[in-house]
């Protein structure tokens, strides 16, 4: 079935509606150590790679229990911290570090390179979850399902991200607020993950025939 934009944050919201409460404490707790380090004026390498680890702490998580919950299948705060705990972890947070490092290389280049490679790799974790792929697979795997529908996946972001990340950095750079500012960002991450999830179920859906429950049930 084809897919929008509309019909992509359609879904997306009507997702987060029903599962942000859960979705959003699992992501403060995943970044609740960035913010300490914060606080306390930790050097900054360290702050980022604990930072950069938490992040892909919440794309594993907030990935398995969106697509569980349109699966028919809803997550609590507690199956979604422990969902973080699987036998291929460190092959997942080697592919989020992957995307994380090469999309952020690509924005301070030029901001556009950086963006065509989100579009390019914004499926490949929940493609790597779903598939039980290799790092190399699961990047592959996202460059074939949004072949053709790249334009649709960066408008998807560019809606939902580029309002809050402007009322982020106006916030943060104003206030010098940490705690605000951390709030902001675990509610864009919260909404961003589970756009990645749904865009994945859409794509899956257009090409292949592939229903949510299928893609669910293979989840686990």
């Given at each position: 079935?084809?897919?929008?934009?509309?019909?992509?944050?359609r879904t997306t919201f009507a997702l987060l509606r029903d599962n942000f409460v859960a979705f959003f404490v699992a992501t403060l707790v995943f970044t609740a150590p960035s913010l300490i380090l914060s606080l306390l004026g930790?050097?900054?390498?360290?702050?980022?790679?604990?930072?950069?680890?938490?992040?892909?702490?919440?794309?594993?998580?907030?990935?398995?229990?969106?697509?569980?919950?349109?699966?028919?299948?809803?997550?609590?705060?507690?199956?979604?911290?422990?969902?973080?705990?699987?036998?291929?972890?460190?092959?997942?947070?080697?592919?989020?570090?992957?995307?994380?490092?090469?999309?952020?290389?690509?924005?301070?280049?030029?901001?556009?390179?950086?963006?065509?490679?989100?579009?390019?790799?914004?499926?490949?974790?929940?493609?790597?979850?779903?598939?039980?792929?290799?790092?190399?697979?699961?990047?592959d795997r996202s460059a074939g399902l949004t072949r053709g529908r790249r334009w649709q996946v960066l408008g998807a972001f560019l809606v939902v991200a580029v309002p809050v990340v402007i009322v982020a950095q106006v916030l943060?750079?104003?206030?010098?607020?940490?705690?605000?500012?951390?709030?902001?960002?675990?509610?864009?991450?919260?909404?961003?993950?589970?756009?990645?999830?749904?865009?994945?179920?859409?794509?899956?859906?257009?090409?292949?025939?592939?229903?949510?429950?299928?893609?669910?049930?293979?989840?686990?």
């Amino acid at each position: 079935m084809s897919w929008t934009i509309e019909s992509a944050l359609r879904t997306t919201f009507a997702l987060l509606r029903d599962n942000f409460v859960a979705f959003f404490v699992a992501t403060l707790v995943f970044t609740a150590p960035s913010l300490i380090l914060s606080l306390l004026g930790v050097g900054y390498l360290v702050t980022l790679v604990v930072g950069l680890v938490a992040n892909v702490l919440v794309m594993i998580s907030l990935n398995i229990g969106a697509i569980r919950a349109m699966g028919g299948m809803r997550s609590d705060i507690a199956t979604l911290l422990n969902s973080v705990n699987r036998p291929d972890l460190g092959r997942l947070i080697l592919l989020g570090i992957v995307q994380n490092i090469v999309t952020m290389l690509g924005v301070i280049a030029f901001i556009v390179p950086g963006l065509w490679v989100l579009s390019l790799w914004m499926v490949a974790m929940p493609a790597m979850l779903v598939e039980r792929s290799t790092v190399g697979g699961a990047l592959d795997r996202s460059a074939g399902l949004t072949r053709g529908r790249r334009w649709q996946v960066l408008g998807a972001f560019l809606v939902v991200a580029v309002p809050v990340v402007i009322v982020a950095q106006v916030l943060g750079i104003s206030t010098g607020a940490f705690v605000l500012f951390w709030l902001i960002e675990a509610a864009l991450a919260t909404v961003l993950v589970s756009l990645s999830a749904v865009l994945y179920t859409l794509l899956c859906g257009e090409k292949e025939g592939a229903t949510v429950l299928q893609i669910a049930t293979t989840l686990g």
